[in-house]
């Protein structure tokens, strides 16, 4: 069955980190661009960071350039989201996505709550 699955979030206090995961399986993330988007209550879903196939190179939203980074390690098959510096408005559902040409896979998404 292919497959990606969020883990990681949770709630945290306004300063805090987390660190999201995105694990794929029955398929290769080595060849499939990776983006993190989010989707908070009666929002639309927007897109966070996204990291290249090629040369790994990284995208990353303005509001949360400088606090996120995106990373992959294509031996575990799995893309992190690390979150540091969160703030109230970075609550939200958590989705990763895997693209490449007609393929493309969503995961069921990671709840982050930032309150204290």
């Known amino acids: 069955q292919l497959q990606l699955v969020e883990s990681g979030g949770g709630l945290v206090q306004p300063g805090g980190s987390l660190r999201l995961s995105c694990a794929a399986s029955?398929?290769?993330?080595?060849?499939?661009?990776i983006a993190w988007f989010r989707q908070a209550p009666g929002k639309e879903r927007e897109g966070v960071s996204c990291?290249?196939?090629?040369?790994?190179?990284?995208y990353y939203a303005d509001s949360v350039k400088g606090r996120f980074t995106i990373s992959r390690d294509n031996a575990k098959n799995t893309v992190y989201l690390q979150m540091n510096d969160l703030k109230p408005d970075d609550t939200a559902v958590y989705y990763c996505?895997?693209?490449?040409?007609?393929?493309?896979?969503w995961g069921q998404g990671t709840q982050v709550t930032v309150s204290s």
């Open positions: 990291i290249s196939i090629s040369d790994g190179s990284t």
């Open positions: 029955g398929f290769t993330l080595d060849y499939y661009a």
């Open positions: 996505n895997a693209n490449s040409g007609p393929y493309n896979y």
